[in-house]
């Protein structure tokens, strides 16, 4: 099964794998119960909250996102809605003056700059207590600010982040996706208790206004700026939390190409924004953020490379020689049959199972979080339709921040 390879590597990979995924589990079951208790205190104070929606573009979605947010179980007089037109050129202002007889939202209209100068022109237009961004293809579940605002409860907590779920699928990439967000936020939850969130998305991750009054607005941090601000955050010593039941539903790419533009721009923001905050590894004062999640972000970019060029050298080589057999013997139907004299059970083989396994329990559980229904399509859609697609984006990431390459937003 690993011939070819060093088994040192090999066994290298699966055993950093299966410590980093144990870690996992083993904090989940252990903040579970800590969770219950504190969620029996009394009702939380309530806030006054500005959510941002900066919009370029978005005729075909910013309807749908302006009415969930008006959906909203929260006092009116608390929660002002802020759409931001960042030049567009189709029908986006139009549709976001249809809201205008809404006393809760407000419409401006900027020269486009990108979206972290419309975010930042909104949150200079506010004095709310909370200030948080919903991109204007994403949707909110009504109960959502109320779940992010409880998190708010403990005076420490800086920024909250939701529980970010595909909306629709419908395309064997969509649904890929709905079982790789179906992980992330059950990661969200875990990092959140670990104090280790290294990303605040921009659908509806919610910030003390402090925290732009002390570290400043955002920048365009290579176009991953929610990335760089929770870095800085962290710098600085500010806490992120997570809201695991603060829903919130998002239209993601349905085409390899579409997804490919995204992937890359977040890989290649994330590799840059690492290596302007490198001073976070290593460093205890960081916690578990510098200590084990930034590099082991690092250390499976790395694997995800090696495992790429290693499937496909072993693909060449297999190719080859049946190629070589076929020109030997000819074409033949081989006899399909299945004897276990010829099952794998090297120790490499059942730890490989064993990671598998305890992916597909990190699957369920986050299945089980989110409250969403997970197919065998969707499965096999991430198991083994989105591994041919990555290496093309983690490959052009890497290259292009070696050659200094700055991707556009779209």
Same mark, same amino acid.
């Given at each position: 099964?690993?011939?070819?390879?060093?088994?040192?590597?090999?066994?290298?990979?699966?055993?950093?794998?299966?410590?980093?995924?144990?870690?996992? %589990?083993?904090?989940?079951? *252990?903040?579970? *119960?800590?969770?219950?208790?504190?969620?029996?205190?009394?009702?939380?104070?309530?806030?006054?909250?500005?959510?941002?929606?900066?919009?370029?573009?978005?005729?075909?979605?910013?309807?749908?996102?302006?009415?969930?947010?008006?959906?909203?179980?929260?006092?009116?007089?608390?929660?002002?809605?802020?759409?931001?037109?960042?030049?567009?050129?189709?029908?986006?202002?139009?549709?976001?003056? *249809?809201?205008?007889?809404?006393?809760?939202?407000?419409?401006?209209?900027?020269?486009?700059?990108?979206?972290?100068?419309?975010?930042?022109?909104?949150?200079?237009?506010?004095?709310?207590?909370?200030?948080?961004?919903?991109?204007?293809?994403?949707?909110?579940?009504?109960?959502?600010?109320?779940?992010?605002?409880?998190?708010?409860?403990?005076?420490?907590?800086?920024?909250?982040?939701?529980?970010?779920?595909?909306?629709?699928?419908?395309?064997?990439?969509?649904?890929?996706?709905?079982?790789?967000?179906?992980?992330?936020?059950?990661?969200?939850?875990?990092?959140?208790?670990?104090?280790?969130?290294?990303?605040?998305?921009?659908?509806?991750?919610?910030?003390?206004?402090?925290?732009?009054?002390?570290?400043?607005?955002?920048?365009?941090?290579?176009?991953?700026?929610?990335?760089?601000?929770?870095?800085?955050?962290?710098?600085?010593?500010?806490?992120?939390?997570?809201?695991?039941?603060?829903?919130?539903?998002?239209?993601?790419?349905?085409?390899?190409?579409? %997804?490919?533009?995204?992937?890359?721009?977040?890989?290649?923001?994330?590799?840059?924004?690492?290596?302007?905050?490198?001073?976070?590894?290593?460093?205890?004062?960081?916690?578990?953020?510098?200590?084990?999640?930034?590099?082991?972000?690092?250390?499976?970019?790395?694997?995800?490379?090696?495992?790429?060029?290693?499937?496909?050298?072993?693909?060449?080589?297999?190719?080859?020689?049946?190629?070589?057999?076929?020109?030997?013997?000819?074409?033949?139907?081989?006899?399909?049959?299945?004897?276990?004299?010829?099952?794998?059970?090297?120790?490499?083989?059942?730890?490989?199972?064993?990671?598998?396994?305890?992916?597909?329990?990190?699957?369920?559980?986050?299945?089980?979080?989110?409250?969403?229904?997970?197919?065998?399509?969707?499965?096999?859609?991430?198991?083994?339709?989105?591994? %041919?697609?990555?290496?093309?984006?983690?490959?052009?990431?890497?290259?292009?921040? %070696?050659?200094?390459?700055?991707?556009?937003?779209?």
């Amino acid at each position: 099964m690993f011939s070819g390879v060093p088994e040192a590597i090999i066994f290298g990979i699966i055993f950093i794998s299966l410590f980093f995924q144990v870690f996992l %589990l083993i904090t989940f079951f *252990e903040r579970k *119960e800590v969770k219950s208790i504190k969620n029996k205190k009394g009702s939380p104070t309530l806030f006054s909250v500005c959510i941002i929606v900066p919009v370029w573009n978005e005729e075909k979605t910013l309807r749908g996102t302006l009415e969930s947010l008006l959906s909203l179980e929260y006092p009116k007089d608390k929660l002002e809605i802020l759409v931001i037109d960042d030049g567009s050129t189709d029908n986006t202002l139009a549709i976001a003056r *249809e809201f205008s007889h809404e006393p809760q939202i407000k419409i401006f209209s900027k020269p486009n700059g990108g979206k972290h100068t419309a975010v930042n022109f909104g949150i200079e237009q506010t004095k709310a207590d909370l200030v948080g961004c919903l991109d204007a293809d994403s949707f909110v579940d009504s109960q959502a600010l109320k779940e992010v605002v409880s998190v708010f409860q403990n005076k420490d907590m800086m920024a909250v982040t939701p529980c970010m779920i595909v909306k629709n699928p419908k395309t064997i990439i969509q649904k890929a996706q709905k079982i790789e967000y179906t992980i992330g936020a059950l990661l969200k939850r875990i990092f959140g208790d670990l104090s280790a969130i290294q990303v605040t998305p921009g659908p509806f991750s919610i910030f003390r206004r402090k925290v732009f009054e002390d570290l400043g607005l955002y920048k365009k941090a290579y176009n991953t700026e929610d990335f760089e601000i929770a870095l800085r955050m962290h710098k600085h010593g500010y806490k992120i939390g997570n809201a695991p039941k603060a829903f919130v539903y998002t239209t993601s790419p349905a085409t390899p190409y579409k %997804l490919f533009r995204q992937r890359l721009r977040w890989v290649q923001g994330s590799l840059l924004n690492l290596i302007d905050y490198r001073e976070l590894f290593f460093r205890v004062q960081y916690g578990h953020l510098g200590m084990l999640v930034l590099p082991m972000a690092v250390v499976y970019y790395f694997i995800a490379l090696f495992i790429s060029v290693y499937a496909v050298t072993n693909f060449t080589q297999w190719i080859n020689r049946k190629a070589e057999n076929i020109a030997l013997t000819g074409v033949s139907v081989p006899e399909i049959y299945f004897d276990w004299f010829y099952v794998d059970t090297s120790i490499m083989s059942v730890l490989a199972f064993v990671l598998f396994a305890i992916t597909l329990t990190l699957i369920s559980f986050g299945i089980r979080m989110t409250k969403e229904k997970g197919s065998l399509l969707e499965l096999i859609s991430f198991f083994f339709v989105y591994p %041919l697609l990555a290496p093309f984006w983690l490959w052009r990431a890497g290259i292009d921040v %070696l050659r200094g390459k700055h991707n556009s937003w779209r």
